[in-house]
Every structure is written in C-alpha cells, then in structure tokens.
C-alpha cells in the first residue's frame, strides 16, 4: 500500500516564507467593535428617544379619554366630546409620526456619516496593509533568491 507523504515541513516551510502580520486582524477586530459601539450607541438613543414619544402619546391619549369618558348632561355633548377627541388625536398622531420621522432621519444621519468614516478609515488600513504585505513578499523573495 502507498505511503502518504507528510506535508508538515513543506507547509512550515512555505508559511514561514510568507510572515503573516496578525496585528492587522487584532486592528480590524478593534475598528469593527468600535464601529459596533458607536452604531449601538445611535441606535439606542433612537429606542429611547422613541419610547419617550410613545410614552407621551399613550399618557396623553389617556388623558383625553378620561375627559371623553365623563358623564354629559345632553345627548350631543357626547358626540362633541367624541369629536373632539378624534380631532384632537388626528392632530397628536401627525406631531407624533413627524417627531418618530425626524429620529429615524436622525438615525440615517449618523449611520451614514459612521460607515463613510469607517470605509475611508479602512481604505487607508487596506492600503497600508497591501503595502507592508507587499514590501515583506519582496523581501523574503529577495531572500530566497539570494539564499540558493
């Protein structure tokens, strides 16, 4: 039966030919978790920022729905009250919407202005890389020329 030749050495051999610098992976990882941080960060002001809206809307469509509730002398305050409160909700939900629109613009915002920061950071990280991966190939193939 054959042999299996073992690749062990070649492979030593080979990777030791070509370095690989890790310190480039540990500064991705460190960007990529500080870019992580920061869009949680927007992202957790919006949720708070938006709970509060929503707070404010519940308590104050409550609010009016008590002054609905109440008993009326005549027949027709019921219908004015419950206009009213149509009326009055109509113009909450339209300020209410317009204050969850500015947050989500908010959001896109920053969003935005973080990837454009983090690409245009990572661009001159890649082209650094490139360029000491480069400047190390040519030298351990400078190397090995020399050495046979």
Known sequence: ???TQDFTAVMKDMMGA????TGAMEDTFKNTAALNEKLTSVALDAAGKSAEISNKWATETLAKLA???KAKAEPADYAKAATDFASASAEVAAENMAAF???AKKVQMDTVE???AAGKEAGEEAT??????TDDVTAAAKKAATAK
């Open 1 to 3: 039966m054959a042999k």
């Open 18 to 21: 070509f370095p690989v610098d």
């Open 67 to 69: 002054d609905v509730s």
């Open 101 to 103: 629109a500015e947050i």
């Open 114 to 116: 973080l990837l454009m």
């Open 128 to 133: 650094a890389a490139v360029k000491k991966a």
